[in-house]
């Protein structure tokens, strides 16, 4: 088989330590709930990101690339993310698995139609970040319901991350050359080997303009403005 191109291994490294660096996250933001149930809830959240981590994991080290290798460039970057959009009780961090959680579903769904099939359906079956959602809205709307100055500073904490998140985004497009070209357009090597497709690039501009109106959605769904 032949080696798979820098754009793929790239683009497998953002979204591997993307799920690893979730799990991450919402395993700490656990210690954040109010009751042992919802933290109960939290840690199932956690295990569904570290089971697509796993699934992405496996697809490149079956391409013959270490995973720790292909996630090594993006370590700083997600962690930087996180650090900087620590949330501040419980309710940031539910708000956060459903932002983050959903724009990241957005964006994965957005660059899968540029990969090799085999690439392409492991990506899809991350996917699916439905039970963050349900979870997330259920337990905020319930908590903005008591206490409406909740909607204000929550509607706030929505922008900054969803800002913090297209940014980031914007940033390792143009720092990463496998990353660039997948986005702009590239033709991976050979013709029949995973990796080997003619990659047809990926609108930058157009896909952050669908992933903020599917947030305006989001919000709506909250009764928050975006």
């Known amino acids: 088989m032949e080696s798979p191109s820098l754009a793929l291994i790239e683009l497998l490294g953002v979204v591997a330590y993307g799920e690893l660096s979730g ?3 919402i395993a700490a933001d656990a210690e954040l709930a109010p009751s042992l149930a919802e933290s109960i809830r939290m840690a199932e959240l956690a295990h569904v990101e570290f089971r697509h981590y796993s699934l992405i994991s496996a697809h490149i080290q079956s ?11 993006f370590v700083g970057a997600f ?9 501040a009780d419980w309710f940031e961090g539910l708000v956060k698995v459903y932002v983050g959680d959903s724009l990241a579903t957005d964006f994965n769904l957005e660059i899968a139609n540029l990969l090799p099939s085999e690439s392409q359906q492991i990506i899809l079956k991350t996917a699916d970040s439905s039970s963050h959602i349900e979870f997330a809205v259920s337990t905020l709307k319930s908590a903005m319901a008591i206490d ?6 929550l509607a706030l904490w929505a ?7 297209i940014a980031q985004a914007q940033s390792l497009a143009a720092e990463h050359d496998g990353l660039f ?4 357009g590239a033709t991976m090597n050979g013709s029949h080997t995973e990796g080997a497709s003619e990659l047809v690039g990926l609108d930058l501009g157009r896909a952050f303009i669908r992933l903020t109106e599917k947030h305006t959605q989001r919000m709506q769904r909250l009764g928050l403005a975006a």
Do not use: C, Q, S, W
């Open 159 to 165: 922008r900054r991350l969803v800002g913090e998140a």
């Open 181 to 184: 070209e997948l986005i702009n």
């Open 63 to 73: 391409l013959g690339v270490d995973p720790e290798v292909a996630m090594a460039p």
């Open 148 to 153: 409406e100055r909740l909607r204000g500073r």
């Open 79 to 87: 962690d930087g993310y996180h650090e900087r959009t620590k949330p």
């Open 23 to 25: 799990f991450f996250r």
